[in-house]
């Protein structure tokens, strides 16, 4: 019997999250803490999947024009989730988990292609569920693929893990007069021009009715904070 508010949830988290303290790559620190993080909540009953970016590795939109086009550099950043997803697939399993990589482009040597039915089917088994390559589209971030898969596997709600504690009205790493929102409906977030997902991404979400949860993940405790109700980091619903 589940302990948790909610039964099914899709955890999105950054590349960048994974480095850690480093400049670059994969912090196995910060990777071992996440994933006692996740055993937490599935031992409440909890039904986890999961997107990483890739941007500790490599960022499509960031590449040189000239140099690399878009779609190539959008397709190098899916390899980049695949790693991120290979490495937490371990770190999860070196806890104790059960777990499944699936891919939105095909790469069965190393992980199942995304079907939706055996995705849910994994999560009723208890298996945490990491989907990698984004959508497997060019120009789509994997926020815009968290929002989708989702939606898809009929997720209660995204939990979106930042270093930020929450959604604040401007970047409390710039701005010291930043303010924090407890709560915020989709239509506030676009009237007062807040980033939470790019616009394809929380465009579905809302379209959806799809709650998100903005917290700090890197806070120890916190996500299971936000499972079993307590106030953590900002909530957008309708």
Known sequence: MSQSNYKRVLLKLSGEALMGNQQFGIDSERLL???REIKEIAELGVEVAIVIGGGNIYRGMQAE???IDRVQ???MG????MINGLSLQSALE???LKTRLQSAIKMEQIAEPFIRRKAVRHLEKGRVVIFGAGTGNPYFTTDTAASLRAIEIEADVI???TRVDGIYTADPEKDATATKFDKLSFTEVIARNLNVMDMTAFTLCRENNLPIIVFDMNKPGNLRKVMVGESIGTLVEV
């Open 33 to 35: 803490q996440y994933s």
């Open 65 to 67: 024009p000239a140099v």
């Open 73 to 75: 550099g959008d397709h």
């Open 78 to 81: 899916m390899l980049a989730t």
């Open 94 to 96: 070196s806890v104790g």
């Open 159 to 161: 939990l979106k893990g």
